[in-house]
């Protein structure tokens, strides 16, 4: 059964543009969740979806939103971007929320 | 606050010097927790998922178990190719919502 897939792998971007990343769960799984993980703060949770519904939320700005379509792929928005949304970001899928959440290789967001 | 720490951040072995990391953890409602390897530059890699007191689970040269308030990840004799951040994940109910919730990890390197 194929991973959780993320794309793209590497983007440098400046102040102020904007950013969409993509993340494709494993087969079957209805869940997807995001992170960011930075040398100083560790992972941190963004949000959930589950059925295209946003289940659930961490405390980062209204900037960075996200969604997921009816095959669950889910993608994740920054807005206006800052230099310190410098990081990688997780995608996370499982079948459930209470089951094992299997994570992809990330994506390395550069705001220069 | 829920919270997960985890002691030791770098632990430096010689190969075949067994020992142990620790992830504790304050949470309310707890579900899961999950211990994860993550390489540089790469996504975290599931490794176990504990539900309850005295549970324990292993694999190839590590071993998870947990209490009421902590789990170790025992590695024995390890080898080089064990070099990597462990990471450690509770999954905790909280306002009628589950989230996981990471420590910022335990760096390991194992040295020939």
């Known amino acids: 059964k194929a991973g959780v897939t993320q794309t793209p792998r590497y983007l440098i971007k400046t102040r102020g543009q904007q950013v969409t990343l993509s993340c494709s769960p494993i087969?079957?799984?209805?869940?997807v969740s995001w992170y960011q993980q930075t040398p100083g703060q560790g992972l941190q949770f963004l949000f959930e979806?589950?059925?295209?519904?946003?289940?659930n939320k961490g405390n980062f700005p209204g900037r960075f939103s996200g969604r997921q379509f009816s095959n669950s792929r889910s993608e994740m928005n920054v807005s206006t971007l800052e230099l310190g949304d410098s990081a990688l970001y997780l995608c996370a899928s499982s079948s459930g929320t209470t089951d094992t959440q299997y994570f992809g290789p990330g994506t390395r967001l550069t705001v220069l | 606050e829920d919270q997960v720490t985890q002691s030791p951040e770098a632990l430096r072995l010689q190969e075949g010097e067994s020992s142990s990391l620790n992830c504790s953890y304050t949470v309310s409602g707890l579900r899961g927790l999950f211990w994860y390897r993550q390489d540089p530059g790469k996504g975290p890699e599931f490794l176990f998922t504990?539900?309850?007191a005295g549970e324990e689970k292993e694999k190839e040269r590590l071993k998870a178990t947990l209490t009421k308030k902590e789990s170790f990840l025992h590695i024995t004799a390890p080898k080089p190719e064990d070099s990597a951040t462990y990471l450690c994940a509770v999954q905790a109910r909280s306002y009628n919502t589950d989230k996981l919730i990471f420590g910022t990890g335990t760096r390991l390197q194992v040295f020939p």
């Open positions: 504990l539900y309850s």
């Open positions: 979806y589950f059925s295209e519904t946003q289940r």
């Open positions: 087969s079957g799984h209805r869940s």
